[in-house]
């Protein structure tokens, strides 16, 4: 037997594993994730390494291959599962160690870590507010923000300020200089002392929320780890149950991994556990570098970070006593990986809380069908939020409207004579609107009224998307061209945009309503960095008395004033090859939803469709998720999807259309003989139902052609021996070298 070994815990070493042979004796103590002690180098001297690999097959020369020496007394014990955590990774989803590793272990900084810094505030709390409102005044909306936020905390990690409140050295400086705050480094490690009640936030649990809590920290106590879904209405209190859920935690001395999707990672929710658990909470994101995010981790591996905020990859965090994972909106999309190792970071929770005794909360007010499931079978506990929190506030009244009636009404706008009579009711009394559009451009395409013809990418099989009326892109290669004027293959000038996006409808807003202040939220005006937040800024300070966007905007922000959210084309998000997206709709209209009325003020929404009678539009507008959920279940029991049914994609993807056609003619061979009747050693009683081989939903990407075979079983244990058995075959095949082979558990 051998071992692959990692001399060193980073990102870079998993490209230069050392092979070494495990000594008899000491095979039953090796396996993945276990650190040894290696001769190292021409002088064989001893060095620790961790064990990623073990194999029976030697890659080197037999003759020069060395002997580990023995087990290391004392590995990290959280390096150690993280090259676990690797392994199990790339076992269940399917992708190399090496990519495997890439995902858990840290990008090595060189330079020495920073020191956390803080801002302070200098003045007091009225003056701080006052200055606040000076800023207002004179349109400092950055330096207000910042002010704002220090009336009622005392300090602030500079981190958070800079990461997600989108503050510059710009702006801070001048605030140093005139002293209003006081920027402050800490070298050593001490008790936080942010302003707020760090007790308690403050607010008394209703009694739904104390159940949660209690319940949960009693089972914690008697040492019982499990997972449970916290299924509680939009605005029910979810984050103040987490809140005392992480205290109970940290008290044992334990510490906590919260997971939020990044949309919804805003600085508002930040703060809720900065003014609750001070500086031992830390923050990462997509938008920090490699070297600020390692920072972060050593902080937590040391010890001063206790509870670290982040999206999925925070799960990859190096705590000694991992106690609880939260995960926050439990059902969004961006906790799947679109990269190998294709993991859902709920699952790798699990996992992960396996390992370390912690115990898995996850949340959300439309689970997933999954978490449902599996919480009405009982394997996970469910806790019930069935109100609003807050006394004074109510769901929303939601009226459908039928676009099809509309049209024969010889309404033919965007909108709805409800939505705009609903529209200017708002206007009139000084509240807020938001409309909700799931698509992004100004058109989706562009087409030719001769000859019909769309205009496509050259590299893909998709059409282009017209930006701003006068530029092309493709979404999926980035392919970009001057919008034409004329028709690209029958050459006649009458080529036209078709279909609606944000910009059309900000356009049609404005001419509805002149006087009517309109923000428009979509990937073109927050492509910047902290465009994002800057607009829904504005608009949360009443900049603006219509916000539109697309799906941004109905997550994480809290709108008190927002009391009208109108939905343009509720089915769109209905027509997508995925066989996810009924859920999708639903889930997206019941947030939309979630949105309006959260103030004091009652709140109403319009929802238009092509669809009413549609069980996912019908239910949502009801916000009635126990019978959507029946429903969706009954049609994935019978097309056989998941969650009953579990389902793995292999795609295919190959320059060649020849080789590509060869390979996957493979795959169906072997999938096919597979479990039949008669095989035998590694294919027997792997029978799955195939479909397939077909071409991707988009063929060409990039001059690359895709295809893909679909397997399912009921059991996931069968679908990743058939992957390992897929794996082991098609590096055998003379196409192995020219394609690239991706598994993808839905
Ligand atoms: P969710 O995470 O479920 O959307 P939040 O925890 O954000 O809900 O709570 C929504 C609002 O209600 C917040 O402003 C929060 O401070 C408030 N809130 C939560 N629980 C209570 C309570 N028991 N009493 C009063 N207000 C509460
Ligand atoms: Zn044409
Ligand atoms: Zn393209």
Not at 23 to 45: T, Y
Request: glycine share 8%; aromatic share 8%.
């Amino acid at each position: 037997m051998y071992a692959n070994i990692i001399i060193d815990i980073s990102h870079e070493m998993v490209d230069k594993p050392f092979q070494y042979r495990i000594p008899p004796d000491l095979e039953p103590e090796i396996s993945v994730g276990i650190q040894v002690e290696i001769p190292f180098g021409a002088g064989n001297r001893l060095r620790k390494g961790y064990v990623v690999e073990v194999t029976e097959t030697a890659e080197f020369d037999i003759g020069k291959i060395k002997d580990i020496a023995g087990v290391a007394a004392h590995g990290v014990a959280a390096h150690s599962r993280l090259i676990q955590m690797a392994w199990w990774l790339k076992e269940r989803y399917g992708s190399t160690m090496n990519q495997a590793l890439k995902t858990v272990l840290p990008v090595k900084q060189k330079v020495k870590p920073k020191q956390a810094r803080f801002i302070r505030r200098a003045l007091s709390p009225q003056e701080t507010k006052k200055a606040a409102e000076e800023a207002a005044a004179k349109h400092y909306g950055a330096r207000e923000r910042l002010l704002k936020v220090l009336v009622d905390a005392e300090e602030l990690p500079y981190e958070v300020a800079v990461n997600q409140m989108n503050l510059t050295g710009a702006t801070l400086k001048p605030m140093v200089e005139k002293g209003m705050i006081t920027l402050e480094a800490e070298t050593v490690f001490r008790n936080p002392r942010i302003g707020g009640d760090r007790t308690s936030s403050g607010v008394e649990l209703n009694r739904e929320q104390r159940e949660a809590v209690e319940d949960f920290t009693g089972r914690y106590d008697a040492g019982i780890r499990e997972t449970a879904l916290v299924y509680g209405v939009t605005g029910s209190g979810k984050t103040e149950v987490y809140m005392e859920m992480i205290a109970h935690v940290l008290e044992k001395g334990r510490q906590v991994i919260v997971l939020i999707p990044e949309i919804a990672l805003t600085y508002q929710t930040v703060l809720r556990f900065y003014r609750r658990f001070g500086s031992v909470v830390s923050i990462i994101n997509s938008r920090m570098s490699a070297g600020e995010r390692y920072d972060q981790f050593e902080r937590a591996k040391n010890g001063q970070v206790r509870i670290m905020i982040g999206p999925r990859s925070a799960l990859f965090t190096p705590f000694s006593d991992l106690g609880l994972i939260i995960m926050d909106e439990e059902h969004e999309t961006a906790y799947k990986s679109e990269t190998s190792p294709r993991y859902h970071a709920r699952e790798a929770a699990v996992y992960l809380a396996g390992l370390c005794r912690a115990s898995v909360v996850l949340g959300s007010a439309t689970p997933s069908l999954e978490a449902y499931t599996r919480a009405l079978d009982g394997q996970w506990r469910l806790y019930r939020l069935s109100q609003r929190a807050k006394r004074d506030s109510r769901m929303a009244c939601v009226h459908l409207v039928d676009l099809r009636e509309e049209l024969k009404q010889g309404n033919k706008s965007m909108f709805s004579r409800k939505l705009l009579e609903a529209m200017e009711g708002r206007l009139e009394a000084g509240q807020q609107t938001m409309l909700f559009m799931n698509r992004r451009g100004y058109a989706s395409f562009v087409s030719c009224r001769s000859c019909g013809e769309a205009v496509k990418c050259p590299h893909c099989d998709v059409t282009l998307t017209l930006h701003f009326g006068q530029k092309l892109v493709c979404h999926y290669c980035g392919y970009e061209v001057k919008s034409p004027d004329r028709c690209p293959k029958c050459t006649s000038p009458y080529i036209a945009g078709f279909g609606t996006g944000t910009q059309k409808v900000e356009e049609m807003t404005k001419k509805m309503f002149p006087k009517a202040r309109v923000l428009r939220m979509d990937m073109d005006t927050t492509s910047r960095k902290g465009g994002h937040e800057e607009i829904l800024s504005a608009f949360a300070q009443g900049q603006a008395d219509i916000l539109i966007g697309t799906q941004m905007i109905v997550k994480g922000h809290d709108f008190p004033n927002v009391t009208l959210v109108g939905v343009l084309a509720a089915d769109l998000s209905l027509y997508s090859p995925d066989f996810r997206c009924g859920e999708r709709t639903f889930q997206l209209l019941t947030q939309a939803a979630g949105r309006a009325g959260r103030g004091g003020l009652m709140g109403e929404v319009v929802i238009q469709t092509y669809n009413p009678e549609h069980y996912s539009i019908d239910c949502a507008a009801r916000q009635d998720y126990e019978t959507f959920y029946r429903q969706e279940m009954v049609y994935r029991d019978m097309l056989r999807y998941p969650p009953g049914f579990q389902l793995l994609a292999i795609m295919v993807s190959c320059k060649s259309e020849e080789v590509l056609s060869a390979a996957m003619a493979d795959f169906g061979r072997w999938a096919a003989a597979a479990g039949q009747p008669g095989s035998m050693g590694e294919d027997a009683g792997l029978k799955a139902e195939m479909i397939g081989p077909a071409q991707a939903p988009v063929y060409k990407v990039n001059d690359i052609y895709r295809k893909i075979l679909y397997l399912k079983h009921e059991n996931y244990d069968i679908l990743v021996k058939l992957k390992n058995c897929m794996e082991r075959k098609s590096r055998k095949a003379s196409w192995y070298q020219q394609v690239m082979i991706q598994y993808d558990f839905a």
